[in-house]
């Protein structure tokens, strides 16, 4: 087995990052699943990761308590800010939760107690393999139910027609906001296992790139079912590593590819029923 020891030496920290991103593209899935566009998941992440790296370090209190924290205060930050700002839709809501992130990166930029500019040092390596696979199992679990249940298939509505999903009599705007703070428990979960396996984070990994890429994995992977953000999650987090022979090519390579998908695989890669037609239709005729 000296062979799998020298492979997890290598590549666990990128196999942990493809368990972490599983996580954040999930969280945003969750949003798009209810049509809504939001880019607020990578503040969230920003606030789990912060909140739980402190009370460790700070406080000294349990890691599941840390995690649980990280999950809960992202949670209670959205609740109080979904009220208002899930009034708006498309574009609008894109900008407002855009604006969100960067007000609380700025936050966090200028706070004593987060390291400022300079970050947190010294978080305690307490993540596990096994914790991130346990957590992304129950989330799958967790939201294939959902899916089945009477509010999965409320969401469904809502992102179909908004308005047709009223005259149904369903609550759109409870619904909504179930699916905001929903995925930002799941994002601050992603960041307080990503802060106790970097042993260092800072508010520029939490910007408008890091949103734009989230938003990115979902739609990439494809939003048709939970196995499209796990995808587009994988692809996107081991494609530079994939393409590394190319060097200073690397980058162009992989923004081509992604819009070689957007262009012919609008709906992303893993659409259920466009694969079922083409397997329908390299069957043939009956």
């Not at 990994?205 to 734009?212: D, I, L, P, Q, S």
Request: overall charge negative; charged content about 15%.
């Amino acid at each position: 087995m000296e062979w799998f020891g020298d492979f997890w030496a290598t590549y666990s920290s990128l196999i942990f990052t493809v368990g972490v991103e599983g996580l954040l593209a999930l969280s945003i899935w969750l949003t798009l699943a209810c049509g809504l566009l939001s880019l607020a998941n990578a503040a969230f992440m920003c606030m789990g990761a912060y909140v739980a790296a402190l009370i460790t370090l700070k406080l000294g209190w349990p890691f599941p308590t840390a995690l649980a924290a990280g999950a809960l205060a992202p949670a209670a930050v959205a609740l109080a800010i979904g009220v208002p700002t899930l009034r708006l839709s498309g574009v609008y809501l894109a900008m407002a939760t855009l604006a969100f992130g960067e007000v609380t990166r700025v936050i966090v930029l200028n706070l004593d107690i987060t390291g400022g500019p300079e970050g947190l040092n010294g978080i305690p390596l307490l993540t596990e393999w096994w914790h991130i696979a346990a957590i992304l199992a129950v989330v799958i679990y967790g939201l294939a139910r959902l899916c089945d249940s009477k509010v999965g298939r409320a969401f469904e509505a809502i992102r179909e027609d908004e308005v047709a999903a009223r005259m149904m009599g369903i609550d759109v705007d409870r619904h909504k906001l179930f699916a905001f703070v929903l995925g930002a428990v799941i994002a601050g979960l992603a960041g307080g296992l990503n802060a106790h396996y970097t042993f260092f984070i800072s508010p520029r990994e939490y910007g408008f790139e890091n949103a734009v890429d989230i938003l990115t994995m979902a739609v990439f992977g494809g939003i048709s079912s939970l196995i499209g953000p796990l995808l587009g999650a994988t692809i996107l987090t081991l494609l530079p590593e994939l393409l590394r022979f190319l060097h200073d090519y690397r980058g162009i390579v992989n923004g081509a590819i992604l819009v070689l998908v957007v262009l012919f695989l609008p709906t992303g890669i893993w659409d259920p029923q466009r694969i079922r037609a083409w397997l329908d239709r390299g069957r043939g005729p009956r």
